[in-house]
């Protein structure tokens, strides 16, 4: 089993964890290089309302102005994952896996599998079918369903000599509203979602990253430091 590094970082600045993932992200890269065996780390947090452009998006799917962008009190970043554009908030977990893909024997493509696998398991205890959308990455609830298809988590990945940053961003109890002034992911025919407008309620957030960090151990193998 490899052993992770866990941090919760709370409610935190986007730029603040971005500048925190790259420090990480640096010493991954340094272990792995140096030949000194395994290191890992999985950082979750949420982040004030953030919209953030992956290195292949397209800035028209911001859709507002800057000065707009300060009414809502958003900031905005051009960076260095995959994807498009998507939005972090309070209510929304985030994790970023700056995990050896080597030393666990995947592929980036095996690897972001096992992210959506972890959340369609998630998402089953509560009852929710959830699944992949042909050439989309993500968490999709309705898929096939005319009018219907919806996200409920983004993926957007980085990595370098298969070492990642960057991961996932989880409507729990997300604020949707914010997703009207994107594109979200690009996609101008497709909904968002949070687990709380699917079930109706407010959700535990506590609650729900133990169940996460849970499934991170299984569908990884690792252990925590």
């Given at each position: 089993?490899?052993?992770?590094?866990?941090?919760?970082?709370?409610?935190?600045?986007?730029?603040?964890?971005?500048?925190?993932?790259?420090?990480?992200?640096?010493?991954?890269?340094?272990?792995?290089?140096a030949?000194?065996?395994?290191?890992?780390?999985?950082?979750?947090?949420?982040?004030?309302?953030?919209?953030?452009?992956?290195?292949?998006?397209?800035?028209?799917?911001?859709?507002?102005?800057?000065?707009?962008?300060?009414?809502?009190?958003?900031?905005?970043?051009?960076?260095?994952?995959g994807?498009?554009?998507?939005?972090?908030?309070?209510?929304?977990?985030?994790?970023?896996?700056?995990?050896?893909?080597?030393?666990?024997?995947?592929?980036?493509?095996e690897?972001?599998?096992?992210?959506?696998?972890?959340?369609?398991?998630?998402?089953?205890?509560?009852?929710?079918?959830?699944?992949?959308?042909?050439?989309?990455?993500?968490?999709?609830?309705?898929?096939?369903?005319?009018?219907?298809?919806?996200?409920?988590?983004?993926?957007?990945?980085?990595?370098?000599?298969?070492?990642?940053?960057?991961?996932?961003?989880?409507?729990?109890?997300?604020?949707?509203?914010?997703?009207?002034?994107?594109?979200?992911?690009?996609?101008?025919?497709?909904?968002?979602?949070?687990?709380?407008?699917?079930?109706?309620?407010?959700?535990?957030?506590?609650?729900?990253?133990?169940?996460l960090?849970?499934?991170?151990?299984?569908?990884?193998?690792?252990?925590?430091?």
């Open positions: 089993m490899q052993q992770v590094f866990f941090e919760d970082l709370g409610l935190i600045d986007y730029k603040k964890a971005w500048d925190y993932q790259e420090e990480q992200f640096e010493k991954v890269m340094q272990h792995k290089m030949a000194k065996g395994d290191l890992h780390y999985l950082l979750f947090c949420e982040h004030p309302h953030v919209y953030t452009l992956g290195k292949s998006g397209a800035s028209t799917n911001l859709l507002i102005s800057d000065e707009m962008l300060k009414r809502i009190n958003a900031t905005y970043y051009h960076i260095n994952r994807g498009d554009i998507t939005y972090h908030g309070p209510g929304q977990i985030v994790i970023y896996p700056i995990f050896n893909l080597e030393t666990f024997g995947i592929t980036l493509k690897y972001i599998h096992k992210l959506e696998e972890i959340i369609i398991r998630f998402l089953k205890s509560y009852g929710i079918n959830a699944t992949r959308l042909e050439g989309a990455t993500g968490v999709w609830l309705d898929v096939g369903v005319a009018g219907r298809e919806r996200k409920i988590c983004a993926i957007g990945v980085r990595a370098s000599r298969f070492v990642t940053m960057h991961g996932l961003a989880f409507n729990i109890n997300t604020d949707l509203n914010y997703f009207s002034y994107i594109n979200p992911c690009g996609f101008i025919d497709k909904g968002v979602t949070s687990l709380q407008k699917e079930i109706g309620k407010p959700v535990d957030m506590v609650s729900v990253k133990e169940s960090k849970a499934l991170f151990e299984d569908e990884f193998g690792i252990v925590y430091k």
